[in-house]
Nanobody
Framework: VQFVESGGGLVQPGGSLRLSCAAS????????MSWYRQAPGKERELVADIASAGGTTNYADSVKGRFTISRDNAKSTVYLAMNSLKPDDTAVYYC?????????WGQGTQVTVSS
């Protein structure tokens, strides 16, 4: 199982970014996917998740209405579109899936929201 994350960077408050996570090594279309984030000195937290077929999504209260998770099963890729970014969104963002009760993580991509 391998994930390649991209799309992070430095953005001003109110700006937007789109994260991508390209997956390989498992049957992507059969598994739910998630995005987590971890800010300095804080625990890793769930940001959003999406069902295998993409029809059901869930979001942390802190990002509802600003972030959108989506997936392209033909490309084995999950996305996180982030709008109206705030300094509190600064963190390393990770994609994640669980296969047979084992969790797998990407290497993470840094998102910094600062003026």
């Amino acid at each position: 199982v391998q994930f390649v994350e991209s799309g992070g960077g430095l953005v001003q408050p109110g700006g937007s970014l789109r994260l991508s996570c390209a997956a390989s090594g498992f049957t992507f279309r059969s598994h739910a996917m998630s995005w987590y984030r971890q800010a300095p000195g804080k625990e890793r937290e769930l940001v959003a998740d999406i069902a295998s077929a993409g029809g059901t999504t869930n979001y942390a209260d802190s990002v509802k209405g600003r972030f959108t998770i989506s997936r392209d099963n033909a490309k084995s890729t999950v996305y996180l579109a982030m709008n109206s970014l705030k300094p509190d969104d600064t963190a390393v963002y990770y994609c994640h899936t669980s296969l047979w009760y084992t969790g797998y993580w990407g290497q993470g991509t840094q998102v910094t929201v600062s003026s």
